[in-house]
């Protein structure tokens, strides 16, 4: 099993002929994920690879191939539009990659997914991935491995990082969720959390948090009061300087508010073990299967 | 990033923000000009990238233009946490009856901007904030409709008990507000709003945060940075396309990815270690970046190693191993140099690194240490 995505995820790409959306998308076509679609405006009717069909809007491409799942490449500046463009298609799961997207644009593109019953994970997230099923966005496919670890993180090569670990130690995953480095996103940890508590191959979470916000303070609460499967958890950032964004729009320190030793505080109430170094994930989770 | 006070108070003084009179001047002479032309009581402010201007001595007032002379000529040039005053604020003085602050701040866990406003004004917010959370109100705004004029009322009579301040304030806040969407901010603030002993409402202070995202398409916005105002390593790494953070350990680090550089900065330093600067070259890195970084992290005296950690996704390691060779070249190394990679062609770059007598490890850890070791002259690790 997995959370959000599996072998029936059918897929649209919007901005599927640009660098990065042509590239993602043969990667993606690879691993075995059902790519039904594309969407470039003004290139409608052409043919991605020999496959997938090009469409010049979301709603033609879901009305033709039924894609339920949308994925973004498209630039920042039009990021929030291809959002609001999904949902509005009735695509059910949208993740955009898209890195710097105006924090303004998601605040009105936010409430608009939600009012029509979408999921949106990022944007400036790599997306998820399950072993053996799908892939959706640019977690590297060679770092995988199916088994019964579910991963949720703030950030890209640091998921990485841990996911190869647990990968090489023989542990291997359900799904690996990246929920972006933004201020505003779609998915926090608590959503990612309760499916993975509702996941029945899921044994085990691994949560990787960073400084900035309230969002694993909220998600130790969440563990504490809700889940039965063992958590384990890791705050990047403890060598942040207050006030600083460091590189994620939404790792930063506000005043006394954010900090590293806050979460991990938090964490250990609530009966999450932390692991001081990414490679102690490996034995923490060990220890918790 | 942020810009100064007196360019957030041109914004809002062009939106209609009742705003004191005031000129920058980058000397003490110009100074004294400003406050002549003024002819009454400045006040002279530092305008530098850092709070708490008031305390470290960087805000004063003078009662005439040649006291403004000797106050400007003190300010200039003292340093503010690190920063160095370049220019002064000379801005007509006002009498104060009371004092009150009124902010705008992108609030994650309600995905809203939310305003903040208190009667506690002048002083730190998060403190009033700690202590007296009563004194502070706060509303949100669903930015598809804007600021409606109710809540606006609403913050203006949480201020001030008469219909005429109440009304002068929500006026204010509904500037603001235009002021916070129409720049792109992340936060916006008066800090003080006051009422004079004429019964008027004025802004004194002004700062705004403008989020980086919208600089591309806010040229106008964009053109508001001072690269005088901010640390030159940053200024060369953002034309670099790199984000650097500068701090104070020996320890340079150049990570790909922000997570994982945070992560590498905090095993530094529970190996005993302390990091120089948090440095993400980012995903798509092109040996280019890498000769860059190299150049910001060796420009800082205090780094005594440096410390590579790349885990190849989008990025290839094997650019970034083109990078280190073709950046050595160019400028030979003074301090010892320790390379973790592992990933997207791991073994092409490997081989780069050996024939140009570099030695890598595909372990995080182990990197870490021996980087922390050779920092330390094996004092730590």
Known sequence: MSIFINRNTKLVVQGITGRDGSFHTKQMMDFGTQVVAGVTPGKGGQIFEGKVPVFNTVADAVAATGANTSVIYVPPMFAADAIMEAADAGVSLIVAITEGVPVLDMTRAWPFVKERGSRLIGPNCPGLISAGQSKVGIIPARIVTPGPVGLVSRSGTLTYEVVYQLTCAGLGQTTCVGIGGDPINGTNFIDCLAAFEADPDTRVVCMLGEIGGTDEQDAARYVKEKMKKPVVGFIAGQTAPPGRRMGHAGAIISGSSGTAAEKVTAFREAGIAVAQRPVEFVDLVKERI | MNIHEFQAKEILRALGVPIPTGEIATTADAAHDVAARIGKAVVVKAQVHAGGRGKAGGVKLARDASEAREKAKAILGMQIKGLTVEKVLVTEAADIASEAYVGIIMDRASRKPVFMVSPAGGIDIEEVAAKTPEKILKVPVDTRYGLQPYQAMRLGFFLYGDLAKARSSAKIMQQLYTGFVQS????????????????????????????????????????????????PGEVLARQASLTFIKLD??????VNGAGLAMATMDL???????????????????????IAALKIITSDPNVKAILFNIFG?????????????????QNPLKVPIVIRLTGTNEEIAMKILSENGFSASSDMDEAVRRAVALATGGKAA
Do not use: H, W
């Open chain 2, 184 to 231: 792109g901010c992340s936060l916006a603030e008066i800090n003080p709003l006051v009422v004079t002993p004429a019964g008027e409402v004025v802004a004194l202070d002004a700062k705004m945060v403008i989020d980086d995202n919208e600089l591309d398409r806010r040229p106008a916005v964009a053109a508001l940075r001072d690269e005088s105002a901010e640390a």
């Open chain 2, 249 to 254: 350990g020996n320890v340079g680090c150049c």
């Open chain 2, 268 to 290: 530094v330093k529970y190996y005993g270690g302390d990091p120089a600067n948090f440095l993400d070259i980012g995903g798509s890195s092109s040996p280019e970046k890498v």
């Open chain 2, 313 to 329: 996704g989008i990025t290839r390691t094997d650019d970034v191993a083109n990078g280190i060779v073709a950046a050595t070249k």
